[in-house]
């Protein structure tokens, strides 16, 4: 009994030093600590979510895919290629439709659907939100005399902006900076016709969020417009988190093999976008789709 009791604890602290390396430990708690409680009925509760289009490989796409949002006139989604400036639309099993290069652009990173051909993109290192109209047919635009506003909070390096998502029901642009700190950005007046409109901008600090979140950095976001509930995505923690109104935790989606039926890890995840059925999707580097369906239970 002492050798079996010795080797029990042998193999506890190993594997807590394994996901201490991987950073994975507190994930893992607080995966299981917030989809083991009651969840609001309106809520996305992740943990019902399960994977159907497994790291599908985009045909047509080499490398570098970043970002993710649905357009819902289209019933596509769009994505940016952050190498070579390039915006790409994509069916809902991830198909390539269509490539749009973009010149004037350094670095991008984030991109949402506005309505009709209306984007926004953000550029990391540098900063700036750019709105951009994409006309259907084209296969080449021109950004460098975009409407554009630059927010220099920090000194940004290659950690600045990853994602934007617009709130349609409060015509306003959320931006997540990708940690140092972890920053949820929120903008009003820049995407509107009115030149004359007043701007604002306001800060969520993540980092100062109850101190204890497991996300160690923030690679993109969307917002449920049904519920108000912002989800972030964090790629080095391999997880989507579920936040409310009030920026409080409720619900998890673990990005490891053998959760939510994934078959391996997703290596880099880039980009997120929810579509009208709350199927939720993901991007990784260099050219990985997934799907990702609620369930009854």
């Given at each position: 009994m002492k050798w079996a009791g010795i080797a029990l604890l042998v193999v506890v602290l190993a594997t807590?030093?394994?996901?201490?390396?991987?950073?994975?430990d507190a994930?893992?708690?607080?995966?299981?600590?917030?989809?083991?409680?009651?969840?609001?009925?309106?809520?996305?509760?992740?943990?019902?979510?399960?994977?159907?289009?497994?790291?599908?490989?985009?045909?047509?796409?080499?490398d570098d895919l970043s970002a993710l949002s649905y357009n819902p006139e289209r019933n596509t989604l769009f994505g940016i290629l952050n190498g070579e400036p390039m915006l790409v639309e994509l069916s809902l099993e991830g198909q390539l439709l269509r490539q749009v290069f973009i010149e004037g652009v350094v670095d991008m990173e984030g991109l949402s659907h506005v309505s009709g051909n209306r984007f926004v993109i953000a550029e990391e290192r540098s900063q700036?939100?750019?709105?951009?109209?994409?006309?259907?047919?084209?296969?080449?635009?021109d950004a460098s005399q975009a409407r554009?506003?630059?927010?220099?909070?920090?000194?940004?390096?290659?950690?600045?902006?990853?994602?934007?998502?617009?709130?349609?029901?409060?015509?306003?642009?959320l931006v997540v900076n990708e940690r140092d700190p972890l920053r949820v950005l929120a903008v009003e007046g820049f995407v509107d016709d009115d030149l004359d409109q007043r701007m604002s901008l306001s800060i969520s600090d993540y980092r100062q969020a109850?101190?204890?979140?497991?996300?160690?950095?923030?690679?993109?976001?969307?917002?449920?417009?049904?519920?108000?509930?912002?989800?972030?995505?964090?790629?080095?923690?391999?997880?989507?988190?579920?936040?409310?109104?009030?920026?409080r935790p409720i619900s998890v989606l673990g990005l490891w093999w053998?959760?939510?039926?994934?078959s391996a890890n997703?290596?880099?995840?880039?980009?997120?976008?929810?579509?009208?059925?709350?199927?939720?999707?993901?991007?990784?580097?260099?050219?990985?789709?997934?799907?990702?369906?609620?369930?009854?239970?």
């Open positions: 807590a030093v394994v996901l201490r390396v991987l950073g994975m994930a893992l708690w607080h995966a299981w600590k917030l989809n083991g409680r009651a969840m609001p009925e309106t809520a996305l509760n992740l943990g019902r979510y399960r994977v159907d289009i497994d790291a599908r490989v985009i045909e047509g796409i080499a700036r939100l750019l709105i951009l109209d994409i006309p259907d047919g084209v296969d080449r635009v554009s506003l630059r927010i220099g909070l920090d000194d940004p390096g290659n950690k600045g902006f990853e994602g934007v998502t617009w709130d349609h029901v409060s015509n306003r642009l109850g101190g204890s979140l497991p996300l160690r950095d923030l690679s993109s976001l969307v917002l449920d417009e049904q519920t108000g509930h912002l989800l972030l995505l964090s790629d080095e923690s391999r997880m989507v988190m579920e936040f409310d109104a009030e920026n053998g959760m939510a039926g994934l997703v290596p880099q995840a880039e980009g997120m976008a929810l579509d009208s059925q709350r199927r939720l999707y993901i991007v990784s580097e260099p050219n990985l789709f997934y799907r990702f369906t609620p369930t009854g239970d």
